[in-house]
Each structure stands twice: as structure tokens, then as C-alpha cells.
């Protein structure tokens, strides 16, 4: 088997723990130059912001040195940048480190923080965050948790041993537990698997359940309800699609409380309003270190604010993290 080539390291540095982004030039095209190519890559829309990133020199060439706009189009050629970042609301939770070690860092992330830079969630992530507040530039994610989703995520300190972490999660070697506060439903009152078909359209906010075999399987059990109608309940899935516990708990009929997606979507808050998150977190890793061997069995710290603001009268339906 053939080989990749490794592309050369960026010649620009983080800014704010985002990395440039990087364009390798396709190997056959049409364009005379870089700039043709750029341009119609990234649409008439921005074909403006491309010049003006040219004039202002921010698009580079391996060398570091800035590319100018009539430079021949190379085959293959590869070219930085860093887009401009978006004007984003902090999220004002903390993140605790629940374990570190010269090869990963299992951080808690809360609510409403996305795992990984993408659209307009870039320097509000956790793997940014981390990587500012840690000093590690070179940190990467394993895996990810929903922007919504609050809980344990692995991050890999080593590139070049991120693959090894990466395997586990895809081969279904990381044991993971969650929690879910949501209706109570004597029913479930007994451990219930459920299997489905999950299928999620690129475009599409929410995903769903369609006739097929099962590529989706979650346990789901009953932990403890009470008075006012709500339950805590543990989950445990044993494969990953998007969004499945919240899929799999709509088709119970016990939907996770804070949920704007599931069973129906509901009009955004606005900008800076953390007072209803998802109830629904990560609470355990379980796994076995794929380079040192490790036994690692983490634990959450957080709780979730519909369950833990109970206060036995009522009172306890507010969601503020």
C-alpha cells in the first residue's frame, strides 16, 4: 500500500488555540492562478474577503512568505490562512481537568461549549480553551460531545499517537455512561434496549429513526424519580450515532428536559441565554490506555440543574447551569 505523504507543517501559528486553515491546490484544474483558484472555491461571496487577504499578505506559502495574488497556480501546491473569527458569546463556565497525563487530558466540559472549532462556534470550544489555558497548541480531540451535551471528553496530547485514541472510540472500546433527568415513566421502570436505524442528513438539525437494520442500540435505565413528575435515568450506548440517546429517549416517550430539538424543534434562544441546558451528560469513560496500558475509569463531577435544584416543593424546574 502506497503511503500518504504528510503535508508540511503550517508555517503560521495558532491564534487564540484555532489552527490556520490549511488549502492543498487539486492536482489538475483550469485556474492560471492562485488567487482563481481560491476565489471559486470559497464562492463569489467571499471572492472580495480573498483579495483582501491577499493585498493584506495573510495568505502564505509553505516558506511562510506571503503568496501573491498572480502567483502561477502550482499543482498540489499547499497555502495558509487564518478566517477571520467570529464575534462569539462567551460561555461562562468553567471546564475542569478531571485527568492529565504526557499523552491525553480528560476535561468535564459544560453546556453549551462545542467540542471543536466549527462554523460559528471557533475560539468558544473547548479544544481551543484548553489548548490557551494548558500551553498545549498540538492538543486534539479523540472524539466530541455535542455543543448541548455536558461531560467528559478525551483529548490527545501527541499527534502522532492520536490515531491510537481515535481507534478506541471508533472500535467500540471506550465503555461510556450517561445521565439523563427526563419525564418519569413507570414503564421503564425495568432496563430497556433500545435498537433502531438512525440516519442524519447533511443540512438537517435533527436526525431520525427510519425502517432498516439497526445501527443504533442504547440501554437505558431508571435510576430514581420523584414527586414532580421527573426521573433520572442512566444511559449506556453501546454505538454512536448522532444524537441517539436523545433519539432513543423522544421514541420512549420520555424526551430529555432542555432538549430544542427533540421531539420538536424550537426557535433559538437568544445570543448569551445558558438558563435552559440539555439534560443530559457524560458521566463516565471507561477504558484501556492504547500506549501506556493504563486501566482509566473517569468520572463526571458535574450535576445536572433539573435535578439538582429540587427543592421538594415545586420549585425545582429551573434549568440555570
Given amino acids: 500500500m502506497r503511503r500518504r505523504t504528510p503535508p508540511p507543517q503550517s508555517p503560521l501559528p495558532q491564534r487564540e488555540g484555532v489552527d490556520p486553515v490549511r488549502v492543498r491546490l487539486p492536482g489538475d484544474g483550469h485556474w492560471a492562478t492562485v488567487r482563481e483558484h481560491l476565489a471559486e472555491r470559497f464562492g463569489t461571496a467571499r471572492a472580495e474577503a480573498v483579495d483582501s487577504m491577499f493585498a493584506a499578505g495573510r495568505i502564505v506559502g509553505a516558506d511562510g512568505r506571503a503568496v501573491p495574488a498572480d502567483a502561477a497556480y502550482v499543482p498540489g501546491m499547499f497555502v495558509w490562512f487564518h478566517r477571520d473569527l467570529p464575534v462569539e458569546e462567551p460561555v461562562p463556565f468553567p471546564m475542569e481537568i478531571v485527568y492529565r497525563d504526557e499523552h491525553v487530558v480528560v476535561a468535564d466540559k459544560p453546556h453549551f461549549l462545542a467540542t471543536t472549532p466549527r462554523g460559528s462556534h471557533v475560539t468558544e470550544t473547548a479544544l481551543a480553551r484548553l489548548r490557551r489555558d494548558l500551553q498545549l497548541p498540538a492538543l486534539g480531540a479523540a472524539h466530541r460531545l455535542d455543543r448541548l451535551t455536558a461531560g467528559l ?114 426557535a433559538p434562544g437568544p445570543a448569551g441565554d445558558f438558563r435552559r441546558p440539555l439534560q443530559l451528560l457524560a458521566r463516565e469513560l471507561e477504558f484501556t490506555d492504547p500506549v501506556t496500558g493504563a486501566e482509566h475509569r473517569l468520572r463526571s463531577g458535574r450535576t445536572l440543574a433539573a435535578w439538582s435544584s429540587y427543592d421538594g416543593g415545586g420549585g425545582g424546574r429551573d434549568l440555570g447551569q
Fill in 153 to 266: 471528553v478525551l483529548f490527545t496530547v501527541r499527534p502522532e499517537e492520536r490515531g491510537a485514541y481515535q481507534t478506541l472510540f471508533r472500535d467500540r472500546r471506550v465503555r461510556k455512561v450517561y445521565e439523563a433527568v427526563a419525564p418519569y415513566d413507570p414503564a421503564l421502570a425495568r432496563p430497556v434496549t433500545v435498537r433502531s436505524r438512525i440516519v442524519k442528513e447533511r443540512g438537517t438539525l435533527t436526525a431520525r429513526e427510519v425502517p432498516g437494520e439497526p445501527n443504533a442500540v442504547s440501554r437505558v435505565e431508571l435510576v430514581e424519580h420523584r414527586p414532580d413528575g421527573l426521573a433520572r435515568y442512566r444511559l449506556v450506548p453501546e454505538t454512536g450515532q448522532t444524537h441517539q440517546l436523545r433519539v432513543h429517549m423522544t421514541a420512549l416517550g420520555v424526551p430529555i428536559l432542555g432538549d430544542p430539538l427533540y421531539p420538536r424543534v424550537t
